[in-house]
């Protein structure tokens, strides 16, 4: 993994790294703050400041920082970012532009964080009060921490129907084979994130559910570590998230089935929701039933995209 160097200060004199001329991390930053909060972001201006504004109001068990891994915004969210730091609470601005994607941009800011423990967040949502305090909790022993994503605050109710509220249940679950904890919502201690080598950069999306299986910890769950959640702003986005969530799919699971891990689910099990889209097509008429079914329809679709990069059916 490679980390950006440090540059001229920024705007606003928050610190602020560069990609141009990135240099090997084989020796680990020095930890010596508690914790690092980190920040993929890309044309978030617009949201990410609410997502600041809750993270440095709350209580912090410890020092820590701030990191914003900017994917390439152009429309000004580093300079939101620059303005929401304090000197208790500081925000340090990285430019993650030349990473793959926020999986990379993840790994560009954490080459660089100075926390013993990790704690990654998304710019489009709201962490909860105490949020920080939870995952610091739970850090404590060797685990990814995650928590309950609350999606009432932040969508409306077609959107949630569509998507459902699974994820206030308990961690989420990769077709009963293992658990695993979502990236909007995702505690480590740093030496278990660098020893693994951190997200998978080829990977469009499930980077955190791979992750998750490749450090084997525990999922440890705190109430207390909830965030509002925001599903994507419109039909479109949602179509291509869809996409990409049914994509990685047979790409997990033809690794699961390279490394013999045993009780995959067979390999034609989808059908059935091939099944649904077909008996569902009134449901088009309703607001609430076309976003449902467009949600399904587009992992299928995925599904199919993922079986030929995996050259492996998965239906």
Known sequence: MTSPVRGDPGFGGVSRLTCEQPIETDTPVAADLELSIIIPALDAAETIGAQLDALVSQAWPGDGEILVADNGSTDGTSEVAGRCGTDARPVRVID????????????????????????????????????????????????????????????????????????????????????????????????????????????????????????????????????????????????????????????????????GVPGLPPRFAGLRQWAWLIRRLPALRSAGGRQKWIWVAAQRAGRLRGSFRARSLWL
């Open 96 to 259: 993650a532009s030349c990473a793959a994607g926020a999986g990379g941009a993840r790994n560009v800011a954490a080459a660089s964080a100075r926390g013993h423990k990790l704690l990654f967040c998304d710019a489009d949502d709201i962490v909860g009060e105490r949020w920080v305090a939870a995952h610091c909790t739970a850090l404590a022993a060797d685990v990814v921490s995650t928590g309950p994503l609350r999606v009432d605050e932040l969508n409306d109710a077609a959107v949630i129907r569509a998507h459902g509220t699974s994820h206030l249940a308990g961690p989420g679950s990769f077709h009963g084979l293992f658990e695993f904890a979502p990236s909007s919502n995702l505690g480590v201690n740093a030496p278990a994130f660098r020893e693994v080598g951190g997200f998978d950069e080829s990977l469009r999306t499930g980077e955190d559910v791979e992750l998750c299986h490749r450090l084997g910890l525990p999922i440890a769950w705190n109430d207390n570590a909830s965030v509002s959640y925001r599903y994507r702003a419109t039909t479109a986005d949602r179509w291509h998230q869809g996409i990409a969530y049914g994509e990685f799919t047979p790409l997990m699971m033809s690794r699961l089935s390279r490394d």
